[in-house]
């Protein structure tokens, strides 16, 4: 008896031992996120109710991760992609790999590719993971589940950093698989890629089963730059949730979304901190018994400039700007830090720019600068602009008071790439119709409510509209506005003019899908054939060089020396006239309105003829009834 309780208190001894021996499992981890960098390395200035200050910068980030990550073991640092195109160390994105460089050196453990990844093409972002294998620092993991690589040169550069559609991050105690995706709204932005596309919902489904089948993990992570929208049915990450619910969280891009508090889809967790990392946001999640995770603490902390910068981080982002300057700046004539003008207006901040359909005083002064470029550019061949615009899309910096550098300009139109081979989207000279230049008017003010990107903000043509009518038929009056303030009416067969970015005016072509197929603009050549290669129409500057958007800002600007008090407020570009009678909603129609209403006269008229029927029949039947009844 005594040697069997002896060996039943050896064996529980045993058990205890190695239940002591063995690793706890971790019930608790905390991801630390950011999406939509937009190559945001430095402090950028914010404004909050009147007040301007820094926020921001990858050295001040690092400072708070390695804060976070000496309070607790299981900590993630995670990015949904567009950590590229924005600012001016962009420029060095193919020589550097600047910003995936940075991400490393902060600490990122993954990220994404998103579409402005793809700006200097399929060609350029395979470049740009070539040079940061061969710099030999720290990288992030990148991850990406439906894209498919064009070509083998591609496919090799993927190869060699490692890109797969998932991979497990191993860290205090948690087994964290992430998966990399794509959306469709944020490939149709992306016009250059070549890479083909696999829907999201079907990509997730089918890696979370290989994940399951072939890793033991407890969280799966989707980085999605795909997006989110007001209206649920087409808020794509709300509609992944649904699709595949054994995603635990998704780190949204693609859209800019702010969201407070995250939004929770059965049980997967969705968050987004808006734009270019002016926040620390971070989600911490604890374990449920069957294995899920419940949100125990969430929070957005603006990084401000009483965070110590990590040195070795700043030293970096310095030496980045440098060689922009050098390999890019200096081109131009420029330096990063040479002060164009003085501005004692108060633009708008771009966190609020575009965000309702209204006139901007930013928008004007974009546009306005175009016209001054190309004017200047072409000298004595200068041939008339009718309107030169722009897009809220293609706005990616604003003006704070004081002194406005080349930087400053730079940030304000620093997206894309040009035939050039070099970065910055280049200005072009399209030709259509006084009836396109009407829809134009009708894109601002109808598709941009369902797509924000779409607002225009034009140079040398106003227009009016009733916000109460009918959508796509909103515009009451368009008109081109002459340098001495005459208004000329516009001949809607007449061929004009029209300067806008390289993006812009291939996207004009899209406006028949984004409008349901009721408005179309056809950009044409000088002779009114239709325009097929854009880049053949690419404007130059006196030197013989691409007249990149940002420098037509740039030139503007010191033409100025102090920014102009036109711009201390609006010019009625875009004129609001609300007025919800019913004069109002039936006058001057366009053709979709015209189309709409003869459609509603006639279900009117059929309605009328079935009433008539209706009341025809019944009365014969009644006629029926009492020549019968008289009959007996």
Partial sequence: MKKTLLLLLSFMLL???????APAQADALTIVYTNDMHSYVEPFMIEADGVSREAGGFARRKTLIDALKAEKDAVFVLDSGDFAMGTLIQTVYRERASELRLLGAIGVDATTIGNHELDFRDSGFAQMLQTAIAAKGPLPLLVMANLTAPDATVQSAL?????????????????????????????ATAPMTKFAWEPVADAAKRVVKQIKENETVDIIVALSHTGLSKDTAKS???????????????????????????????????????????????????????????ISGHSHRVIEDSVAEDERVAEMV????????DLYLSLYGYTADQVLAKNPHAFVPLSDFGRVLREETLGNLISDAFRYAVQKAEGPDYEEITMAMTAHGLVR??????????????????LGFGADGSPGYPLISVYITGEELRTAAEVDVSVSSLMSAA????????????????ILNRVTDVWIEKSDGAREEIEDKKLYRIVTGLYCAQMLSAVESKSFKLLSITPKNKDGSVMTDFEANIILDAQGRELK????????????????????????????????????????????????????????????????????????????????????
């Fill in 159 to 187: 190869d060699a950093y490692g890109v797969a559609p998932y991979k497990v991050i191993d860290r205090g105690g948690i087994r964290m698989a992430v998966i990399g995706l794509m959306g469709v709204e944020s490939l």
């Fill in 318 to 325: 310095a030496g980045f700007i440098q060689d922009a300057s």
């Fill in 397 to 414: 910096g604003s003006l704070a008071k004081g002194d406005v550098t080349v930087v400053d300009a730079f940030n304000i139109s620093s």
């Fill in 549 to 632: 958007e940002w420098a037509a800002i740039a030139d503007y600007l010191q033409s100025m020396g102090t920014v102009s008090d036109a711009y201390a407020t609006t010019q009625n570009r875009k004129v609001s006239q609300p007025d919800a009678s019913v004069g109002a909603f039936f006058s001057h129609p366009n053709r979709v309105g015209m189309l709409a209403f003869g459609i509603i006269a006639l279900l009117l008229i059929l309605i009328a003829l079935v009433i008539t029927l209706i009341v025809l029949c019944k009365k014969r039947k009644k006629q029926r009834r009492a020549k019968a009844a008289a009959s007996l």
């Fill in 455 to 470: 607002q225009l903000y034009p140079s040398g043509v106003c227009w009016s509209y009733n916000p109460h009518r009918m």
């Fill in 236 to 294: 794509e990450d709300e509609q992944l949730a649904k699709a595949v619910p054994e995603l635990d969280v998704i780190v949204s891009g693609h859209t800019h979304t702010y969201l407070p508090e995250p939004i929770t889809v059965g049980h997967t967790h969705i968050v987004s901190q808006g734009e270019y990392g002016e926040y620390f946001s971070q989600i911490t999640l604890e374990r449920r018994a069957d294995g899920r995770w419940d």
């Fill in 15 to 21: 058990i205890h031992g190695l239940a002591a021996a």
